[in-house]
C-alpha cells in the first residue's frame, strides 16, 4: 500500500537530489571556468586563506578554516553560505584576492557579509573574517 503522503516525501527527496546534483555540477564547472592558479595569477607561488565563518546569532562562530593554495589548485575563491535557508547568498574573494595581485600585496584582513536572503531577514546574517597571504615568485 502507497499512501499520498509517502508519495510527497519520495518525490520531495528525488527533487532535492536533483537539485543537489545540478548545484554540484555547476560548482564543478565554475571552478573548470576559474581557470588555475597558475594560468590567472602566474606570479603568484603560493596562498593561504585563513577564514573564520560567523552567523549574527548567540553562538556566532560556525566554522574556521585555512586553505593552503598552489599554482595548481583552481582559481575559484567563492565559499557558500552555511545557513542552509540562505537563498542566492555566499562569499567570493576573488575580486579582493585579484586586487591583491594587481597591488602586488603580500597580506590583507578583511570581512565580507553573505548578501543572500534568509526568508523575511534581509542580508548581513551571515559574515566571515578573513586573512589572507599571497607568496609571489622572485
Same mark, same amino acid.
Given at each position: 500500500?502507497?499512501?499520498?503522503?509517502?508519495?510527497?516525501?519520495?518525490?520531495?527527496?528525488?527533487?532535492? $537530489?536533483?537539485?543537489? #546534483?545540478?548545484? $554540484?555540477?555547476?560548482?564543478?564547472?565554475? $571552478?573548470?571556468?576559474?581557470?588555475?592558479?597558475?594560468? $590567472?595569477?602566474?606570479?603568484?607561488?603560493?596562498?593561504?586563506?585563513?577564514?573564520?565563518?560567523?552567523?549574527?546569532?548567540?553562538?556566532?562562530?560556525?566554522?574556521?578554516?585555512?586553505?593552503?593554495?598552489?599554482?595548481?589548485?583552481? #582559481?575559484?575563491? &567563492?565559499?557558500?553560505?552555511?545557513?542552509?535557508?540562505?537563498? &542566492?547568498?555566499?562569499?567570493?574573494?576573488?575580486?579582493?584576492?585579484?586586487?591583491?595581485?594587481?597591488?602586488?600585496?603580500?597580506? #590583507?584582513?578583511?570581512?565580507?557579509?553573505?548578501?543572500?536572503?534568509?526568508?523575511?531577514?534581509?542580508?548581513?546574517?551571515?559574515?566571515?573574517?578573513?586573512?589572507?597571504?599571497?607568496?609571489?615568485?622572485?
Amino acid at each position: 500500500m502507497f499512501c499520498k503522503g509517502a508519495f510527497y516525501l519520495l518525490k520531495e527527496k528525488t527533487v532535492n $537530489r536533483q537539485d543537489y #546534483a545540478a548545484k $554540484r555540477e555547476l560548482k564543478k564547472q565554475n $571552478r573548470l571556468d576559474a581557470g588555475l592558479i597558475s594560468g $590567472r595569477f602566474p606570479e603568484v607561488s603560493g596562498m593561504v586563506i585563513h577564514m573564520t565563518y560567523s552567523q549574527k546569532v548567540l553562538n556566532p562562530i560556525l566554522m574556521e578554516r585555512t586553505i593552503n593554495i598552489c599554482p595548481d589548485s583552481y #582559481a575559484y575563491f &567563492n565559499m557558500e553560505c552555511m545557513t542552509k535557508s540562505c537563498s &542566492n547568498g555566499g562569499f567570493d574573494l576573488t575580486s579582493i584576492i585579484a586586487d591583491m595581485v594587481k597591488k602586488h600585496t603580500k597580506s #590583507a584582513k578583511g570581512e565580507i557579509n553573505c548578501k543572500g536572503e534568509v526568508g523575511v531577514a534581509a542580508s548581513g546574517h551571515a559574515f566571515v573574517l578573513y586573512e589572507i597571504s599571497i607568496q609571489y615568485k622572485k
